[in-house]
C-alpha cells in the first residue's frame, strides 16, 4: 500500500554514535543492531477508524526519531508498519456509524498519511495493510495448525470454527522477558481489556489469543487454506514483520499498551512459526493523557493532530511540543504545550536567520545533540542543548540547523 511523501532530511557531515534504546525485555538500554550495519524496524500501525491523535502523533515520532539517529549514524535503516484495517473495533465503529467499514478505514487512512505527512514523520518502506496480507497470514496459520500450535474451539455461530493459539506449546522462552513478566492475573485481567477472550468456553488456556476468526452472518470474511474468516489480531504482525523484515528484526515498538498481550504474542508466533524471536528489543512509548486520562480513542477525550492545525498550529510547533517529553515517559498534554513550543520556535527561527555569534563552539553543540538523541533517544536534552546555544550566543551555522533538521525534524529559519 501507499505509504505517504517523505520529508527530505539533510546530510550532516560526519556521523553520530550508535543509538542505544530502552529494551522492555531486559529493563535496560541496549544497542539492538548489535554490531549490524542494518536496522529492521516494525512499528504497529493505527486502527483506523478515528482521527490521528497526539498519543499516536508522539508514538510514531518516537520511531521517526529512532530511524533518524540510525541514519545518522550511518545505518541501513528498513521500516515497516501495518495498518490493522479489519478488526473488532474498526468494525463496531463502522457499524454504530452505519458507514461502510472499508470506506472508515481508507478515510482514517487517508487522514493518517496527511498529518505524518505535515508532522515531517519518515513514512516505513513497507505500508501494509492487513486486508492485504490475509493470505500469506492464512498460511502462517495452517502451518501453526500442522505443527501443532494452533487448535479450534467450537463455534456455534459459525460453520467454521474459530483458531486459538496454544501458548503453553512453545518450547523455546519466547516471552518479552523476566523484567516484564507479569503475574498471571495480571496476564488475564490486561488480556480482557485489550481484546483477548479470556472468558471463551473451550480454550486449552484462558489466555491463548485468537489466530483466525471464522466466517460470521454480516462480517467480512476471505476464503482461505484454513477456511473462511478473518485474522486475528497478533499474527498479523508477526507475519507481516516476519515477511517484510526477516526475523529477527532489530526492534519491534510500539506504545506500552502493546507490550501485553500483543508483543508477547506476536513474539510468541514467531517462536512457534520461526523458532525464532520476534525482535533484538521492544522498544515502547509511553501514553499520553489528556484531562487526566490516557487519550484513547475509546474514551473520546482526543486532541487530533488535525485539530490543532485547523486551528492555525505551525505542525514544526506540535513536533517540537511532543519531542519536550521523554518518549518513554507516561505524561500529560495540557493546551500551553503549544503556545510554549511555538514561542522556543520562533526563537529558534530568528536565531537561525539571524547568523550572529561565534561559531567555535557550533561543532560541540552538533555533537552534544547527536549524543542526546543517541542516548535513548533524549529529545529534551537535545532541544535543551539548541536552546543553551542559541541563548548563549553560538552562531547557527548550516551544520547546525541541518542536524536540527535531521534529527529533531524541524527546519529552522
Ligand atoms: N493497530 C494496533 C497495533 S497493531 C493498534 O494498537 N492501533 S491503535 O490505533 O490503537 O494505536 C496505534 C499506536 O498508537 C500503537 O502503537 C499504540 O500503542 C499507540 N497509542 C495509542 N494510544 C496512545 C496514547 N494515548 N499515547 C501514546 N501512544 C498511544
Ligand atoms: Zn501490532
Known amino acids: 500500500m501507499r505509504a505517504w511523501q517523505a520529508p527530505s532530511v539533510p546530510e550532516v557531515p560526519g556521523n553520530g554514535p550508535r543509538p542505544v534504546v530502552h529494551d522492555t525485555a531486559v529493563g535496560r538500554p541496549v544497542d539492538p543492531t548489535r554490531g549490524d550495519d542494518r536496522a529492521a524496524l516494525y512499528v504497529c500501525g493505527i486502527t483506523p477508524y478515528d482521527a490521528t491523535h497526539l498519543g499516536h502523533a508522539a508514538t510514531y515520532l518516537a520511531f521517526d526519531t529512532l530511524g533518524r539517529a540510525w541514519r545518522d549514524a550511518g545505518f541501513d535503516v528498513e521500516y515497516a508498519q501495518n495498518t490493522t484495517d479489519v478488526d473488532d473495533p474498526l468494525l463496531e465503529r463502522a457499524a454504530r456509524d452505519g458507514v461502510d467499514w472499508q470506506e472508515l478505514a481508507a478515510s482514517q487512512i487517508d487522514l493518517f498519511r496527511r498529518d505524518m505527512e505535515a508532522l515531517r514523520i519518515l513514512p516505513p518502506d513497507d505500508y501494509v495493510a492487513v486486508t492485504d496480507e490475509v493470505e500469506r497470514i492464512a498460511e ?173 498550529a505551525d505542525p514544526r510547533a506540535i513536533r517540537l511540543a511532543l519531542l519536550s517529553h521523554r518518549y518513554s515517559d507516561d505524561w500529560e498534554w495540557f493546551d500551553g504545550e503549544l503556545a510554549s513550543a511555538t514561542r522556543r520556535l520562533a526563537t529558534w527561527d530568528a536565531w537561525a536567520s539571524g547568523g550572529a555569534g561565534h561559531a567555535d563552539d557550533a561543532d560541540d553543540v552538533v555533537a552534544r545533540l547527536r549524543a542526546r538523541v543517541a542516548d535513548d533517544l533524549d529529545t529534551p536534552g537535545a532541544v535543551a542543548a539548541v536552546d543553551t546555544a542559541v541563548a548563549g550566543g553560538t552562531r547557527s551555522t548550516p551544520a547546525l540547523v541541518d542536524v536540527v533538521d535531521a534529527l529533531l525534524g524541524i527546519r529552522i529559519g
Not at 147 to 175: H, K, Q
Not at 188 to 203: F, N, V, W, Y
Open 140 to 312: 502462517a496459520i495452517a502451518f501453526l495448525q500442522e505443527t501443532g500450535y494452533a487448535y479450534s474451539v467450537p463455534t456455534p455461530d459459525s460453520e467454521g470454527d474459530d483458531l486459538y493459539f496454544d501458548v503453553n506449546r512453545p518450547t523455546e522462552s519466547w516471552a518479552l522477558g523476566d523484567e516484564s513478566r507479569l503475574d498471571r492475573e495480571t496476564m488475564l485481567t490486561l488480556s480482557a481489556e485489550r481484546g483477548g477472550d479470556p472468558d471463551r468456553p473451550g480454550k486449552r488456556d484462558p489466555l491463548d489469543p485468537l489466530l483466525w476468526r471464522a466466517a460470521r452472518a454480516g462480517e467480512p470474511s476471505w476464503e482461505t487454506e484454513v477456511g473462511p474468516g478473518r485474522p486475528g489480531w497478533h499474527i498479523e504482525c508477526s507475519v507481516i514483520a516476519g515477511d517484510r523484515l526477516g526475523l529477527p528484526i532489530t526492534v519491534q515498538g510500539g506504545g506500552s499498551d502493546l507490550v501485553f498481550p500483543h508483543h508477547e504474542m506476536s513474539a510468541g508466533h514467531a517462536a512457534a512459526l520461526a523458532h525464532q524471536p520476534l525482535a533484538n528489543a521492544y522498544v515502547h512509548t509511553g501514553m499520553i493523557a489528556y484531562q487526566g486520562e490516557k487519550i484513547s480513542k475509546s474514551l473520546g477525550n482526543l486532541v487530533t493532530v488535525r485539530g490543532l492545525l485547523d486551528d492555525g
